[in-house]
């Protein structure tokens, strides 16, 4: 069993342009998103500053960057991860925020009504804020799930050879 899933570590793990596409696409686009959060707290009854114009226009061009690296991720990298069992919680909670990073932003646009909007914006803007922390913590659960399922993998075959 071991050593089946372990020849599949290949297909869950990214290739080098991948990786660095989605490490990234996924950088930018939280770097925006608090960036302008941190200008809309210091700007009071001002207008938008034009930084903070630019700042968002950055990030729905990062927001649809990100969106073709999630959807490259989810061939392979999560679908055989979730069938092998390797990181579920954490790759689960990645697809879950994502999307509904992706329903709020949507609601961002279209939102009706001054509650609506603000309940949008609060639930986009907290979620967001804690994406660079649960993506590190996916990376590097993910990876010792790795080392832990080589490992098993050859004492099985070590166990079975002798
Ligand atoms: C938005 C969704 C996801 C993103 C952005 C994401 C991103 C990443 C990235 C960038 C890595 C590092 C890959 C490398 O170093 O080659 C990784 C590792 C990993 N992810 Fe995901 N992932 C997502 C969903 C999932 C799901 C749904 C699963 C499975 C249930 C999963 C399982 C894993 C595993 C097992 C690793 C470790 C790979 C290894 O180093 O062997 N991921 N993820
Ligand atoms: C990485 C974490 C993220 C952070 C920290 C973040 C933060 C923000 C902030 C502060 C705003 C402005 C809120 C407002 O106008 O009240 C915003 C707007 C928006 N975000 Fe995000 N966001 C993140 C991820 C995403 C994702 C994954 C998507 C969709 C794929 C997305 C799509 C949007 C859209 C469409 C807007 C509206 C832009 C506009 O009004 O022109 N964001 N985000």
């Known amino acids: 069993m071991m050593r089946a899933h372990a020849l599949l570590v290949d297909r869950i793990r990214l290739p080098r342009w991948q990786r660095w596409t989605t490490y990234a696409s996924f950088t930018l686009l ?8 941190t200008l ?6 001002n207008p938008a500053s034009a930084p903070q114009v630019w700042l968002l226009r950055l990030h729905g061009l990062a927001a649809m960057w990100v969106l073709i690296c999630f959807g490259s991720l989810l061939t392979n990298h999560a679908r055989i991860g979730w069938a092998v069992q390797r990181n579920r919680w954490l790759g689960g909670i990645m697809v879950a925020v994502t999307a509904l990073l992706t329903i709020t932003g949507y609601g961002l646009y279209y939102a009706v ?11 986009h803007i907290c979620v967001g804020a804690a994406v660079p922390a649960l993506l590190t ?3 590097w659960r993910g990876r010792n799930t790795r080392i832990a399922l080589l490992a098993a993998a050859h004492n099985e075959r070590a166990r079975h050879d002798h």
Not at 30 to 37: E, H, R
Not at 40 to 45: F, I, N
Not at 113 to 123: E, Q, V, Y
Request: aromatic residues 10%.
């Open 113 to 123: 009504g001054d509650t609506m909007r603000l309940l949008t914006s609060w639930i």
């Open 40 to 45: 809309d707290l210091q700007r009071g009854e």
């Open 137 to 139: 913590l996916h990376v």
């Open 30 to 37: 939280a770097l925006t998103g608090i960036l302008w959060w």
